[in-house]
């Protein structure tokens, strides 16, 4: 367990924030701390959709279930966080 710095790009934000995730966090984790920062203040709450995580510019989502140390993304790694369908 160690913090951990990423840049979230969220959907529909247009400012880009720093949020401190911890590296035992699963994917669905780091979207919601993501989240916190920016549904409800600049970005329209969406509850029938799940909240999914990528690599800035990528096309495929990280899995859901896995944790951010078993991945190979990078201390302060801007990452993509989008509205999807459940």
């Given at each position: 367990m160690a913090l951990f710095?990423?840049?979230?790009?969220?959907?529909?934000?247009?400012?880009?924030q720093l949020v401190a995730v911890?590296?035992?966090n699963s994917m669905d984790e780091v979207a919601a701390?993501?989240?916190?920062?920016?549904?409800g203040r600049r970005v329209r709450?969406?509850?029938?959709?799940?909240i999914r995580v990528r690599r800035?510019?990528?096309?495929?989502?990280?899995?859901?279930?896995?944790?951010?140390?078993?991945?190979?993304?990078?201390p302060?790694?801007?990452l993509e966080f989008i509205f999807a369908d459940a």
């Open positions: 710095p990423i840049i979230s790009n969220f959907q529909y934000d247009f400012v880009l911890d590296t035992d701390a993501a989240a916190h920062h920016s549904v709450p969406q509850p029938d959709k799940v800035q510019g990528a096309d495929d989502f990280f899995p859901r279930s896995a944790r951010l140390n078993e991945t190979d993304i990078q302060m790694e801007a």
